[in-house]
DNA sequence: GCCATTAGTTACTTTTTGGTTACCACTATT
DNA sequence: AATAGTGGTAACCAAAAAGTAACTAATGGC
């Protein structure tokens, strides 16, 4: 189960970040989790089209990166809170300038506005994913 | 060969960003690209590790999701240029600033400086990556 | 006539990623 | 006594991505 890299051999920082957050759900995941902490489950229902194995693996990887941090409550039924460590929150807003790029790059695609960090508003969660 | 999308019900425009560049070669391409038009030959050669169907498959895909242009010239031996668009263009202060996270973000790991469209001057291609 | 050159393509194999189902621990509720 | 609820894990399988090697077209140089 090691974790595959792009070979970086130049130690080049943009591959460093694509290797971290280039994959199919990580800007997913820190997109949800930008306004608070959300629990396993909240995530899994937000993110139906992910398999529970998955989304476990993705948050393994982005916790071993420093991007999030995982709190284990010793409750029955289990509780566990995934939050954005400071490595994650400065990448918040370059996230954001992707998702704005895409608006400007594709604007036949009418997408729906982004609302990652957005006046500390709390996003819409409902209307994101749907179960 | 049909291209494979994450799914993107509510049309979000990080998902959509992340659909076009957010694999292991794109950004990589995009960035030696920065400074001009080259010929598939030196992207490969740049990027060694990459195989010839894979980048010829990449470029394939940049150029119909409208980022990069592709000139073909009749001779012999064949010569086809790319180069960015302004699509493109506008993405690369991104890709810079995600590649400027990295470099606070993980100060242990000693990046190398990154080149992208740095005063216009031609970045160090031999140093980046060699054959 | 033979070889080198370039930008691919094709067929085939391997690696990597993702999905499915069943299962677990522990308690509260019915 | 059975079931629901949560956050997983294990075994197994399917799909996607990537790698490899051989091949091509057309021309110039030897």
Known sequence: MARKYIDNPNACSLVHTMNIIGNKWKPIILYLLSN???RFGMLNTLIPT???KVL???LK???SDGLLLR???AEIPPRVEYSLTEKAIGLLPVLRQLSDWANEAYPEMEFEQCRIIENGKKPAYNNVYKK
Chains 1, 2 share one sequence.
């Open 36 to 38: 608070g902490s959300m």
């Open 50 to 52: 992910i398999s529970k």
């Open 56 to 58: 476990t693996n993705q």
């Open 61 to 63: 990887e982005l916790e």
């Open 71 to 73: 709190q284990s409550f």
